[in-house]
């Protein structure tokens, strides 16, 4: 266990390194601390989006609890977007472990200003809504957004609640337009989440937008793989990476395909 590897850890998680030895201590600070963090194409704060879904769905209480803490205190996450990644994180991995984390942020926040003699600050007000109130409108909204964050043309038929109600009408009508979080980030979330789900369709298909859309670059597809590696496991980032590599071709060819119909 390498002094390279403590002092990234306590950079990274804002406490001092764990004292006790072990093997998966030791590759845990000197590989993944001190190596995978450090890399590019990824900054620390975007690793912050990789790695909280992947320890909210792990059911792992210390890991959760230490990498929330962490991203607050360092500052990479404000706890507005915090409150954002538990959202994202409920619709494309599910609401019980999204109660969990939701509560866990909630003790992390305290904590943060318990050790600092602060009082908690109110929570910013949560409406009005950005996005329209009026039936019709949010769906022609959602129909809209699903489109443009799908790279697709076309969008779900509203004929029943999944599709209307959840797609169309909170999905794609709401929460991918709130404006506490990014759609870089939303981005990285979404990608881990349906990684560890095994889900298909929707990890094909949210590779590729990414990637379409350019919000990732192939290196920084690349790179949300190895981190995803290294906090949720290698077997599922093989199959994350063959679903990466595979879109990139696609990808690859529309562009091309693109580029001569333009010129």
């Avoid at 001092?16 to 963090?37: H, K, M, N, R, T």
């Avoid at 620390?44 to 929330?68: N, Q, S, Y």
């Avoid at 959840?166 to 709401?174: D, Q, R």
């Amino acid at each position: 266990m390498t002094g390279r590897g403590r002092g990234a850890y306590a950079d990274i998680m804002t406490v001092p390194a764990p004292g006790y030895c072990s093997a998966a201590a030791e590759q845990l600070l000197d590989f993944v601390f001190a190596e995978v963090w450090q890399r590019p194409n990824l900054t620390r704060r975007e690793r912050r989006f990789v790695t909280l879904p992947c320890v909210a769905d792990a059911d792992a209480e210390g890991p959760l609890r230490d990498h929330v803490y962490a991203a607050l205190s360092s500052g990479d996450v404000a706890i507005g977007e915090m409150q954002e990644t538990v959202l994202h994180f409920a619709v494309y991995a599910g609401w019980p472990k999204a109660s969990r984390f939701n509560m866990v942020v909630d003790q992390q926040w305290e904590r943060i200003h318990a050790e600092r003699g602060l009082p908690v600050p109110a929570p910013e007000p949560l409406l009005p809504l950005t996005t329209p109130s009026d039936p019709e409108q949010r769906l022609c909204v959602g129909e809209q957004s699903f489109k443009d964050i799908n790279c697709l043309p076309y969008a779900p038929n509203r004929d029943n609640p999944f599709q209307g109600a959840g797609i169309l009408n909170f999905v794609f009508g709401e929460m991918w337009l709130r404006p506490g979080l990014g759609v870089k980030e939303r981005r990285l979330i979404t990608v881990a989440c349906v990684a560890f789900q095994d889900a298909p369709y929707p990890i094909l298909s949210h590779v590729y937008a990414a990637l379409k859309s350019r919000d990732l670059s192939f290196d920084e597809m690349d790179e949300l793989a190895l981190h995803f590696a290294a906090h949720c496991g290698w077997p599922k980032a093989e199959h994350l990476g063959q679903v990466i590599a595979e879109q990139k071709q696609r990808v690859t060819a529309e562009w091309a395909g693109e580029s001569e119909a333009t010129s």
